[in-house]
Nanobody
Framework: QVQLVESGGGLVQAGGSLRLSCAAS????????MGWFRQAPGKAREFVAA????????YYADSVKGRFTISRDNAKNTVYLQMNSLKPEDTAVYYC???????????????????WGQGTQVTVSS
């Protein structure tokens, strides 16, 4: 089992940037594919980005493509989400997730992920 802890959220103005971090416990971090999801008040959970075990494959939601970058450092047991050109509609609680499969065709589906962090709040003001 892996435990995930997100950090780096906060309040920023539109057009600003934030970098979220997700620290994982254990020695098997490299065996998990990772993803970021977000959920705004009153809205459904939304896929943001995914990355393969080695970091060689990434996939993004159309709404964030070109603005957000997912990366990982397996030596540090950490996955990152660099968020640039933030918009008010990016406001949400952001969750880090891990799964034991590495199928790029299912990385956007929340039910394929086994472990979830507690979430970190991102608020973008206009």
């Amino acid at each position: 089992q892996v435990q995930l802890v997100e950090s780096g959220g906060g309040l920023v103005q539109a057009g600003g940037s934030l970098r979220l971090s997700c620290a994982a416990s254990g020695r098997t971090f490299s065996s998990y594919a990772m993803g970021w999801f977000r959920q705004a008040p009153g809205k459904a959970r939304e896929f943001v980005a995914a990355i393969s075990r080695s970091g060689g494959y990434t996939y993004y939601a159309d709404s964030v493509k070109g603005r957000f970058t997912i990366s990982r450092d397996n030596a540090k047991n950490t996955v990152y989400l660099q968020m640039n050109s933030l918009k008010p509609e990016d406001t949400a609680v952001y969750y880090c997730a891990a799964r034991g499969v590495d199928d790029p065709n299912s990385g956007s589906y929340y039910w394929t992920y086994d472990y979830w962090g507690q979430g970190t709040q991102v608020t973008v003001s206009s």
